[in-house]
């Protein structure tokens, strides 16, 4: 693989890369839309990600080519940066534009190659680990020596002031901080973690990807997130909250009263009762209880579906088609309005299970998911 990368690097630069770096993709086994409301979540690191091969340049140029779309940019080095026109390269370019305002030495021009293996717009945070492979580049490159958590703050800055997705902070945690066999019960509001043992026994964790188009510019994602505020702000009345995820459920319950749009409502219940669930599902995993997270699992899609109105027609036919002999839980994963699922599902019924899954989806929705199992491994790093 990095050979061959290599090789595609030398026939586009004509010159061979000095730098080699590897940012995962992740999975959210549990605690969606909790991340932007101060809340838990359970990310993983996975095997699937994005390289990013490097040389220093003399054209006083940022040069920005991926092997998996034809777009790119040539940006020239300058002390402020604009979004371009092309979508993906304002991901790295966002990193570039808080790199120079927070760098101390001088910034030159790159050739900069990405290449990934995460299918795109499969809700696997394909944005986050190109983000994370660019930080570490230039933060080793142009010994920037800032401590990864404070890449990760840049990167979450700029996705949500250069790119103007307003995520949360938990995808481009988890692909930095990500550990082999190990999700993270990660806390939004300190943004820290403790590690939790993911050991999965005869269960494999398999994601689904709808394979229906989507964007997260695009998508009602920003919405979700200006309705969580209103209802904070409403809260707030009567309370000293800072955010919804300090509430428990039965505090929530006690005060929900002050939210009178029912839909208002129904988005605070989701994320309240979804943090919940993350503690929940961290006991579950270093009980080694898999059949507990699978149903936690099963619990969260149902919320999304009924409370938060982001899984859609693709994502709740998956899980339906899940609630099977030998599938432990499945749930949608990552911001919804398509993407992917997840599912654990016992190894002596991964055929059969796969199986049944293509030839019921394509029946009704007239296409093929694309099925495959994936690893927990570690987070960004240079190779």
């Not at 061979?16 to 999975?27: E, H, S």
């Not at 839909?263 to 989701?270: K, M």
């Not at 993407?339 to 016992?346: D, K």
């Not at 989806?361 to 007239?366: L, T």
């Amino acid at each position: 693989m990095i050979e061959s990368l290599k090789e595609e690097f030398k026939r586009i630069y004509k010159e061979t890369p000095q730098y080699i770096f590897f940012a995962p993709g992740r999975v959210n086994l549990i605690g969606e839309h909790t991340d932007y409301n101060g809340g838990m979540a359970l990310p993983a690191a996975i095997s699937q990600g994005t390289w990013l091969l490097v040389s220093p340049n003399n054209k006083n140029k940022f040069v920005l080519r991926t092997l998996n779309l034809d777009d790119y940019a040539e940006v020239l080095v300058s002390p402020h940066y604009r979004p371009t026109n092309i979508a993906w390269v304002n991901y790295p370019l966002g990193l570039i534009s808080r790199f120079t305002q927070e760098a101390s030495g001088n910034i030159s021009g790159l050739n900069m190659l990405f290449s990934g293996n995460i299918p795109q717009g499969a809700g696997l945070s394909s944005s986050a680990s190109i983000e994370m492979a660019t930080a570490l580049a230039l933060n080793r490159i142009f010994q920037g020596g800032l401590e990864k958590i404070e890449l990760v703050k840049m990167a979450l800055e700029a996705e949500n002031n250069f790119v103007g997705v307003n995520c949360g902070i938990l995808d481009q945690y988890a692909v930095t901080f990500g550990e082999k066999d190990t999700a993270l019960a990660l806390d939004c509001s300190t943004v820290t973690h403790r590690p939790v043992p993911c050991k999965l026994g005869e269960y494999t964790l398999l994601v689904i990807n709808t394979n229906k188009s989507r964007s997260l510019t695009e998508s009602k994602y920003n919405e979700r997130f200006a309705q969580c505020r209103e209802a904070l702000s409403l809260l707030q009345q009567e309370s000293s909250l800072q955010s919804l995820c300090e509430l428990s459920p039965a505090q929530f319950e006690n005060l929900q009263y002050l939210i009178p749009d029912p839909v208002i409502a129904r988005r605070a219940r989701h994320v309240v009762e979804e943090n919940a669930r993350v503690n929940l599902a961290a006991n579950a995993l270093n009980k080694g209880d898999i059949e507990l997270l699978g149903q936690l699992m099963f619990d969260s899609h149902a919320s999304l579906r009924e409370l938060y109105e982001v899984t859609g027609r693709e994502l709740d036919l998956i899980v339906e088609l899940s609630q099977r002999k030998g599938v432990a839980g499945a749930r949608m994963t990552g911001a919804g309005f398509g993407g992917s699922a997840i599912a654990l599902v016992h190894q002596a019924e991964l055929k059969n299970y796969c199986c049944h899954l293509i030839k019921a989806y394509e029946k009704v929705i007239g296409y093929e998911p694309q099925i495959f199992p994936v690893k927990i491994e570690g987070g960004v790093r240079q190779l």
